[in-house]
C-alpha cells in the first residue's frame, strides 16, 4: 500500500508533516486496568488545568486552528478532534473506555495535542491519499453523523474517504477483529523533523507494549510526499 499526500497542501503550509505508524499482528481487546486507570488520570488532571485556562493557551490546539483557517476551515464550527474532546473533559464529560486500540489513539491525541486516526487496514482498499477535502467529499463518522470535510484534510482509498483530524468513519473504525491498523498523526506544523520521528516511534513502541505485534514507522513531508508500506 502506497501513502501520498497533495503536493498542493504544501502550498498552503511547507511545513505539514503526517507521521504515520503501520501495526501487524496485534490483538485489540478491553483496555488494561492500567490504561484505563492511566486515561482517568488524565482526563482529571485536563480538568483542573482547563480551569485556569482558555483552550487556546495549548500549543497544539491554537497552531492547528490556524492550519484549521489556512485550510478554509471555521474552526468555531468543525474543531480538530483532540480540541473537542478536551472541551468535552472541561465540561467533566470524560471519555470512556472503548478498547485497547482506540484508548490509546485517544490518548496520543490528547498527549501530544494533536489530531490522531486509527484505521483497520483490512477495511481500506488500495493506495491511501491526503488531500483537502471540498463540498463533495462526505462519510458517515463515528459521531453517527454525515460528515462533509469541505476545508478539511482527508485520507482517502479507492472507495472514498475513511479519516481527517475532525472526526474518523464508521467504516474503518478499529475493534476487536482488527489484526492490522494503519494510526496517522498530524503533527504540528513546527514540529522538527526529529521531534516528530521520536514521538511516532514513542506512540508505536507503546501501542506495541499493550496490544502486542509489530510495528513500522514512516514520515510524509514536502521532501518525502510518498511512502510504499508492505
Avoid at 43 to 50: G, Y
Avoid at 103 to 120: A, H, K, M, R, W
Avoid at 170 to 187: A, C, K, P, S, Y
Avoid at 193 to 203: H, Q, R, V
Wanted: proline residues 5%; negative net charge.
Amino acid at each position: 500500500m502506497k501513502i501520498s499526500i497533495d503536493p498542493s497542501i504544501f502550498q498552503i503550509d511547507e511545513r505539514i508533516k503526517i507521521g504515520i505508524n503501520h501495526y501487524t499482528k496485534f490483538v485489540v481487546s478491553e483496555s488494561p486496568q492500567m490504561l484505563k486507570g492511566r486515561m482517568q488520570l488524565y482526563q482529571e488532571h485536563l480538568f483542573f488545568d482547563l480551569q485556569d485556562k482558555e483552550l487556546t493557551d495549548y500549543p497544539g490546539i491554537k497552531e492547528w486552528r490556524v492550519l484549521w483557517k489556512k485550510f478554509g476551515a471555521d474552526p468555531g464550527r468543525y474543531r480538530p478532534s483532540m480540541e473537542a474532546m478536551m472541551r468535552r473533559i472541561r465540561n467533566q464529560n470524560y471519555l470512556q473506555p472503548l478498547n485497547s486500540g482506540v484508548d490509546l489513539n485517544t490518548f496520543f491525541s490528547l498527549q501530544y495535542e494533536i489530531p490522531v486516526g486509527l484505521y483497520d487496514v483490512s477495511q481500506i482498499a488500495g493506495d491511501s491519499h491526503i488531500r483537502l477535502g471540498d463540498a463533495e467529499t462526505s462519510y458517515t463518522g463515528i459521531n453517527g453523523r454525515d460528515n462533509t470535510l469541505s476545508g478539511i484534510l482527508c485520507v482517502e482509498d479507492t472507495v472514498g474517504p475513511f479519516g481527517s483530524p475532525f472526526v474518523d468513519s464508521i467504516r474503518t473504525v478499529v475493534n476487536e477483529t482488527t489484526v492490522e491498523g494503519l494510526q496517522i498523526f498530524f503533527l504540528q506544523p513546527s514540529t522538527t523533523m526529529e521531534d516528530a520521528e521520536k514521538l511516532i516511534k514513542s506512540a508505536g513502541k507503546m501501542f506495541a507494549q499493550v496490544n502486542g505485534g509489530s510495528y513500522s514507522t514512516f514520515l510524509l513531508d514536502k521532501e518525502h510526499p510518498q511512502v510504499s508500506i508492505d
